[in-house]
């Protein structure tokens, strides 16, 4: 009869004999997210006590509970000083930039509405290591009065400077009307990075032997020479970026559906870009300025998160600051024990696993979109 | 009631709207109609907010130009014409991003459940743990109708009516599922709250609208209930096509209207 066409279907309480509705992860990316959060403490405490020093967990833990300054027949002065002044800070900085490379990874794609936007690919880490180099290599000449104003911050907030530019530059090349182009993006990144690095080797070829020892260090990325003095600079950037991150989930996922509909769900879309820009512009800054070119850390971790957990960014976010931070931890044991007594850069080591994933992530995703 | 007096939208240097004024009622269901080219989402998108516009558009009284995005979120949702993901949402993910702004109007137990309630209401029910990306054009152009749904589930909010703005809601459906959006958007109408709705098609216009606004070439060439703004002489000036207003095909020729699933 006519009735049953027009007579709206009835609600069908799919949720009487299941606990939790059908396509909601939410449960399952909190416990995913508690499960990081141990993982990570874990990572933690293995970090410190891997190396080429040995000491065990139980020696390490006394060590930490009962403070630096005790003397203490557990551990030895020289342990004590590897761990306190070498491995703590190392394990700290190293935490905050996997968590900040991972989150700014994940802020920028949700930002681009795209998968594969990286800092590290499009260019912006680049922008960043110009920024960086730039008062390496300059601080002495052109650039002192920088120097003078920001003193020890001038490192980060030049490549914070960097960071920002490029991904302005970025975002105003490849985005027209709320729609970003993939392709448009991925190639503006190659020629973003191709500028940054031209202006690098020119700075590079301008540099004195103390500066360029600096640079290639710098270059190849790495978390050797991490100390406090070096975690009191990036380090606000990083805790403001990762602090902010969390209040962008709810703005990412609505952005998903593109300007227009954020917009008409309430966000003030135009205001929250900028707030997302500055944060992935602080994260990747401050971690560059830090720790060179580590790559592809902000593209694999909300990746493999997405495949676990779903693409909503109020889970994500979180989850992959702590996956970010436990990977690189990882990445660092890696590169200290791999040819010990000496050390691999760590970007060595996340490129040589990152850039065959990222390869993997356009096999999977050919068929799906139109790059 | 939505009001427009004089509103003219500008894209590049090309005026597409011009002079538009027409008041939209609470408790009734305006359809836009007009050929391609006439207006009509450029003037939809200027009523969202996303276009500047001159003129004088209110809300409730509220003037569009002074109402924050989330206060505009509170009084009405819009239905794009489409949507395309590039994450892996589920379509329950989806709809519940119509809850953003937290002025569903649903009381605090009910709003759990209101995502799998609205998918139910698009005839999707069991939908949600699919993935949006799957879904067939149709369908997703229906779970997209049960996120704007979840926005303004109340369709009177502390007194005031609210609104649904839906462009071309039917264009990638089959005609069951035509009849259930708009019925769905009657039923928003008859408890209180305003339905703008572009639609194509004019026999589904004359069976659910009480007003029709024509667009003809950016300005409003009338408007009236379907009998006044349906006829012959304006279907021709209009559409440029020599159709008849009620005449049927010769009676070997099959065809199906909409109006016979009432009688």
């Known amino acids: ?371 | 009631m939505i009001s427009l007096s004089d509103v003219n939208v500008m894209l590049g240097r090309k005026a597409i709207v011009k002079d538009a004024s027409f008041d939209a009622q609470a408790g009734e269901l305006t359809v836009i109609v007009g050929p391609n080219g006439s207006g009509k989402t450029t003037l939809m998108r200027a009523l969202s907010g996303d276009l500047p516009f001159t003129g004088r558009i209110t809300i409730n009284g509220h003037s569009l130009g002074h109402l924050k995005p989330w206060q505009m979120a509170a009084m009405r949702a819009i239905l794009p014409q489409s949507t395309s993901l590039s994450f892996p949402f589920t379509v329950r993910e989806i709809v519940r991003l119509g809850l953003t702004s937290g002025r569903s109007g649903a009381t605090h137990d009910v709003v759990e459940n209101l995502p799998d309630e609205a998918l139910a209401l698009v005839d999707l029910a069991g939908f949600g743990g699919r993935f949006y990306q799957e879904l067939s054009g149709g369908e997703q152009q229906r779970v997209q109708l049960a996120r704007v749904l979840c926005q303004v589930w109340q369709p009177v909010l502390d007194g005031q009516p609210r609104f649904l703005f839906l462009d071309e809601p039917v264009s990638s459906l089959d005609i069951k599922h035509q009849l259930i959006i708009m019925q769905i958007a009657r039923a928003f109408a008859t408890r209180g709250g305003g339905v703008i709705a572009i639609l194509h098609d004019l026999n589904l216009t004359s069976m659910y609208a009480d007003r029709v606004v024509v667009m003809h070439g950016g300005t409003i060439d009338s408007v009236g209930t379907p009998a006044e703004v349906l006829t012959d002489d304006r279907i021709l000036r209009v559409y440029e096509c020599a159709l008849k207003v009620g005449a049927l095909p010769d009676k070997h020729v099959p065809f199906v209207l909409p109006q016979s699933a009432a009688m």
């Open chain 1, 1 to 371: 009869m006519s009735e049953s066409v027009l007579v709206r279907p009835v609600a069908l309480r799919s949720g009487q004999g299941k606990t939790r509705a059908d396509g909601d992860r939410s449960f399952l990316a909190k416990g995913v997210i508690v499960v990081l959060g141990f993982a990570l403490l874990a990572t933690m405490l293995f970090s410190l006590t891997a190396g080429a020093s040995d000491a065990s967990v139980i020696s390490v833990v006394h060590a930490l509970i009962r403070g630096a300054s005790s003397d203490d027949s557990v551990l030895s002065l020289r342990d004590s000083i590897i761990i306190w002044d070498i491995r703590l800070p190392r394990i700290i900085l190293g935490a905050m930039i996997g968590a900040s490379l991972a989150v700014s990874g994940a802020v920028m794609q949700g930002l681009f509405r795209n998968p594969l936007a990286d800092p590290g690919i499009v260019g912006v880490s680049a922008g960043a290591g110009l920024g960086a180099v730039s008062v390496i290599v300059l601080g002495t000449t052109v650039l002192t009065p920088f120097i003078s104003t920001f003193g020890i911050f001038a490192l980060p907030i030049a490549a914070f400077i960097g960071a920002l530019v490029f991904t302005l530059i970025l975002y105003g090349v490849a985005t027209r009307r709320g729609q970003t182009s993939i392709a448009t993006m991925l190639l503006a990144g190659i020629a973003l990075g191709a500028m940054a690095m031209a202006y690098i080797g020119l700075l590079t070829f301008l540099a004195d032997d103390r500066q360029l020892r600096d640079l290639t260090f710098w270059t190849l990325g790495s978390l050797a020479g991490s100390n406090w003095t070096k975690m009191s600079t990036a380090g606000p950037f990083i805790v403001l970026a990762l602090l902010v991150s969390p209040f962008l989930g709810r703005g990412l996922n609505a952005l998903a559906l593109g300007e227009a509909s954020a917009s008409h769900l309430g966000i003030p879309v135009q205001r929250f870009k900028r707030v997302a820009i500055i944060v992935v512009a602080a994260a990747t800054g401050a971690s560059v300025a830090v720790s060179g070119g580590i790559g592809f850390v902000g593209v694999v971790v909300p990746h493999l998160l997405r495949l676990v957990i779903g693409p909503d960014h109020r889970y994500l976010l979180p989850a992959s600051a702590l996956l970010g931070a436990s990977l690189l931890l990882l990445a660092d044991a890696v590169s200290r024990t791999i040819v010990a007594p000496s050390e691999l850069p760590i970007g060595i080591v996340t490129a040589a696993v990152g850039a065959p994933f990222f390869l993997w992530i356009l096999l999977r995703r050919r068929g799906i979109v139109d790059l």
